[in-house]
T-cell receptor, first 117, second 114 residues
Framework: GAVVSQHPSRVICKSGTSVKIECRSL??????MFWYRQFPKQSLMLMAT?????????EQGVEKDKFLINHASLTLSTLTVTSAHPEDSSFYIC?????????????FGPGTRLLVL | AQKITQTQPGMFVQEKEAVTLDCTYD???????LFWYKQPSSGEMIFLIY??????QNATEGRYSLNFQKARKSANLVISASQLGDSAMYFC???????????FGAGTRLTVKP
């Protein structure tokens, strides 16, 4: 089956530092990757959609300069939280979709828990 | 933006009994898919079941089935013979077929009691 990995699974950082989260599709090429954020006891909120080789499309209210997304290849997308602050502490989940197969199917990574002190 | 409603923030069910989790939506897309995901405390999103908007029959996957009522824009998840391991958050996600833009409802926390 389609497997998506995320690294790191957990990260603790000091306020003001930048954190990079990697999302990889391990056994398939992803036409599109998605980044979600989930605060405790809440649903997943879509942050941005990225296609390989093009700029990410951000959802309303998501700061492009704070959450930098690079989709360098069909198997790798990275999310960099720049100058992280405690309010950025959250669970970040990526997903990847492929052209073939059932439309709308997304394969989710295991998520990254970010804690900003 | 599409509105997705899961009216039950929390549900309790006795082990081995069936439970229905509600989901309604207001999409205007002519073709879409309905996904249900389970999220245990570990955080991973586990795909459960899918229903295409043009599928004639309700989808079933093992103990999971969908009560899909297209005219009412409703896609309730039915879990039969509940198990303790079913305790988790459950999210529905109506998704347009043309852009894979998946949005989630607020979720329902299901607790299975022994």
């Amino acid at each position: 089956g389609a497997v998506v990995s995320q690294h790191p699974s957990r990260v603790i950082c000091k306020s003001g530092t930048s954190v990079k989260i990697e999302c990889r599709s391990l056994d398939f090429q992803a036409t599109t990757m998605f980044w979600y954020r989930q605060f405790p006891k809440q649903s997943l909120m879509l942050m941005a959609t990225s296609n390989e080789g093009s700029k990410a499309t951000y959802e309303q209210g998501v700061e492009k300069d704070k959450f930098l997304i690079n989709h360098a290849s069909l198997t790798l997308s990275t999310l960099t939280v720049t100058s992280a602050h405690p309010e950025d502490s959250s669970f970040y989940i990526c997903s990847a979709s492929i052209l073939q197969g059932r439309a709308g199917t997304q394969y989710f990574g295991p998520g990254t828990r970010l804690l900003v002190l | 933006a599409q509105k997705i409603t899961q009216t039950q923030p929390g549900m309790f069910v006795q082990e081995k009994e069936a439970v229905t989790l509600d989901c309604t939506y207001d999409t205007s897309d002519p073709s879409y898919g309905l996904f249900w995901y389970k999220q245990p405390s570990s955080g991973e999103m586990i795909f459960l079941i899918y229903q295409g908007s043009y599928d004639q029959q309700n989808a079933t996957e093992g103990r999971y089935s969908l009560n899909f009522q297209k005219a009412r824009k409703s896609a309730n998840l039915v879990i039969s013979a509940s198990q303790l391991g079913d305790s988790a958050m459950y999210f529905c996600a109506p998704t347009p077929s043309n852009n894979n833009d998946m949005r989630f409802g607020a979720g329902t926390r299901l607790t299975v009691k022994p």
